[in-house]
């Protein structure tokens, strides 16, 4: 049998991949780019948004944390944790985003109205919550991946 306790070791967290900076610049000129189109549409602004929150994410998780063994509850709780800074970050980068975007064109109508920009920073709660809850499922659909028979017999 093996040891059911919540302190038995079970994930080694990866560490940070070179590669990772190659996307941060390929993020960055996106950005930059998107930001000098005329575009209104809010699905672009949230895909960055998320993709940078994503990012943000990993870069901090693999730089303070990568390469450390974790236990089954650390995973959970620190999963959790995460994808509610990912959900939370999506709405408040969206934001700055938008905020930013507005300010560089200065036209008469804003490209982005500011109730708008405000609907964006009134979901946070919301998707912090969804995020959370999808980073429970995917740390336990990893638990449940990396599990031997042996962890099911009761």
Same mark, same amino acid.
């Given at each position: ?15 940070? &991949? ?20 005329? &575009? ?78 405000? &609907? ?30 042996? &962890?099911?017999?009761?």
């Amino acid at each position: 049998m093996i040891d059911h306790t919540p302190d038995t070791p079970v994930y080694a967290l990866p560490t940070r &991949d070179r590669r990772i900076r190659w996307i941060v610049i390929l993020a960055a000129a996106g950005v930059f780019f998107w930001l000098s189109l005329e &575009d209104t549409n809010v699905l672009p602004v949230m895909l960055f948004a998320a993709g940078l929150a994503l990012l943000s994410a990993y870069m901090s998780v693999t730089g303070r944390f990568g390469g450390r063994t974790v236990t089954r509850f650390t995973l959970l709780i620190g999963a959790a944790l995460v994808g509610a800074g990912v959900g939370a970050g999506t709405a408040l980068i969206a934001a700055l985003l938008m905020i930013w975007k507005t300010g560089m064109h200065a036209h008469p109508f804003p490209d982005y109205p500011t109730g708008l920009i405000l &609907d964006m920073l009134r979901r946070a709660p919301i998707w912090s919550l969804a995020g959370a809850l999808v980073g429970l499922a995917l740390a336990l659909l990893k638990h449940k991946q990396s599990a031997t028979p042996q &962890d099911f017999e009761v």
